[in-house]
């Protein structure tokens, strides 16, 4: 562990050196992308219950702000990074909110839980924009196939209905 921790570490150093990464700004930076994404979703839910299409405006404005902001950490990307780097900002801030939110009830061990899932995410975003994230033991799955564990070569309605089995199966838990 030990060594895995110096060889993240190194990486980060290379990593600065090479790409001029402000480290303290930029985690900064993240922080007011996660609240810019969720004023998006205010401004959503906002329109949708009072039925003022000039809440979408808003979040078109805010959204220009936030995809500004968030390519000064995301200088370059493959495939649908930025799209994952947006949705773990995102899915950081919820579960931080709903961590704090159990703290106020005086649920500390459930909070300290949903605190741990919510900075893995965030850790991950990092993880991802600094390259440190390994990507090469990723097998990439058969393009007939839905996901990996598509075992069969049937027809599409066969997959499908082996997803909504395994979705189900998945929700039990």
């Known amino acids: 562990m030990k060594k895995e921790t110096e060889n993240f570490i190194k990486k980060v150093h290379e990593f600065n050196k090479k790409d001029k990464f402000d480290l303290s700004t930029d985690e900064d930076l993240s922080i007011a992308i996660m609240n810019l994404i969720s004023i998006e979703e205010?401004?959503?839910?906002?329109?949708?219950?009072?039925?003022?299409?000039?809440?979408?405006?808003?979040l078109k404005d805010v959204r220009e702000i936030r995809k500004q902001l968030l390519k000064r950490i995301?200088?370059?990307?493959?495939?649908?990074?930025?799209?994952?780097?947006?949705h773990l900002l995102a899915a950081s801030m919820r579960l931080m909110e709903v961590g704090t939110k159990l703290l106020s009830q005086d649920k500390k061990d459930e909070a300290e839980e949903i605190f741990n899932k919510s900075y893995d995410l965030y850790s991950l975003f990092w993880g991802i924009v600094l390259k440190v994230v390994d990507t090469n033991s990723v097998k990439k799955i058969d393009d007939e196939k839905i996901d990996v564990q598509d075992k069969n070569d049937n027809s599409v309605f066969t997959k499908l209905k082996g997803i909504v089995k395994r979705a189900i199966d998945c929700c039990i838990e």
């Open 74 to 86: 995301i200088k370059e990307y493959e495939g649908e990074v930025w799209c994952i780097s947006k």
């Open 42 to 58: 205010h401004f959503f839910f906002t329109a949708e219950k009072t039925g003022k299409g000039e809440y979408f405006d808003l």
